[in-house]
């Protein structure tokens, strides 16, 4: 089976396609490199440097499924941006899906679609309602992705995830504190005021749920599902930017200081992917944290 896998040289989507070449499946990267590196790209995989946002991305290539984790993850990005990079690019890859006869599209969303939600653990029926146009445009997708399946069979399964840390993260304020304390290790800045709650998973976890709700949605006719993928439990940002100094051995003076673009507060439930697939995260959300710092640092330092 010929598997593409857009955003393959980026931080989930590289992980993705160590996975499925580990497996025997036949895989294409699409990326146009604007973060994603070379390196970070299996060499088993055929890369092709192409940008989404051009109609004419996929000249020469073909598959049976595609895994579209390419997108703009900044949520701080400018508004018109985020239209680009994450709703054009998405509607250029479920055209092409269309047109060229493409079963399954796994779509990588996020736990922003919901914003505030006032429900915690939030279940996937929840409302969506985000407040970042990031969220908006992964929402958009989705309500893409759904209309593709209903009118022209494109089936697809949208995952939001949640904070997803690891190797090759480049990313996200795990990443900004670890790069922010090598340089200055006497004192952090997080942003907000450090309460936000959201939960971690480690990117090995993310693949294998993200591995296991697609074979499930192969086996299930409906058209088009949605689940959340998260961890069970949660931390606030000054949890983070402790649990970061706690591995990197240092005692910063931890300021909370600007604003938050980004939801508040998210917390997802995972009780329908785990009655679906049998999935359910095996490490805490402050153990993928750790986890993910130490091998951050023995990445960079390499
Ligand atoms: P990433 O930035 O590491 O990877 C994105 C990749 O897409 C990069 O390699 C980049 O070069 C490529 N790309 C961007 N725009 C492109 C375009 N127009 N054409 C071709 N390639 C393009 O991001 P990530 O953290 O690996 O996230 C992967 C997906 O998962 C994204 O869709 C993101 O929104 C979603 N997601 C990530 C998280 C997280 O915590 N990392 C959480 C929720 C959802």
């Not at 653990?121 to 445009?137: C, H, K, M, R």
């Not at 922010?180 to 005021?193: A, C, Q, S, T, Y």
Request: charged residues 25%; glycine residues 8%; negative net charge.
């Amino acid at each position: 089976m010929k598997v593409l896998v857009t955003g393959g040289a980026g931080f989930i989507g590289s992980h993705l396609v160590d996975r499925l070449v580990e497996e025997g499946y036949e895989v294409i990267v699409v990326d146009n490199l604007s973060t994603g590196r070379r390196e970070n790209v299996n060499p088993q995989a055929w890369l092709h440097v192409a940008d989404l946002k051009d109609p004419d991305w996929a000249v020469g290539v073909s598959a049976d499924v595609v895994f579209h984790f390419a997108a703009n993850p900044e949520v701080r990005a400018e508004p018109r941006v985020h239209f680009e990079e994450n709703v054009v690019a998405t509607f250029n890859v479920l055209e092409w899906a269309r047109v060229s006869g493409v079963k399954t599209v796994v779509f990588a969303s996020s736990s922003t679609v919901y914003g505030d939600a006032r429900v915690m653990p939030t279940p996937e029926d929840y409302p969506l309602e985000p407040v970042s146009v990031y969220g908006a445009a992964k929402a958009a997708g989705e309500v893409m992705c759904a209309t593709y399946a209903r009118l022209y069979g494109v089936r697809c399964l949208a995952l939001r995830y949640a904070n997803v840390v690891g190797p090759r993260l480049r990313h996200g304020a795990l990443y900004d504190f670890l790069m922010k304390l090598r340089k200055k290790p006497e004192e952090l800045e997080v942003l907000g005021d450090g309460t936000q709650r959201k939960s971690y998973l480690h990117v090995e976890e993310a693949v294998e749920a993200t591995l296991r709700a697609w074979r499930k949605f192969e086996e299930v006719g409906e058209p088009y599902l949605a689940l959340n993928v998260g961890n069970v439990d949660s931390l606030t940002v000054l949890d983070v930017a402790g649990l970061v100094a706690e591995v990197m051995g240092v005692a910063p003076v931890i300021k909370a200081g600007g604003a938050s673009s980004d939801c508040r507060s998210s917390y997802l439930s995972v009780e329908k992917i785990s009655k679906l697939a049998g999935w359910r995260p095996r490490l805490s959300s402050a153990d993928s944290v750790r986890r993910a710092v130490r091998e951050l640092l023995e990445e960079l330092e390499s």
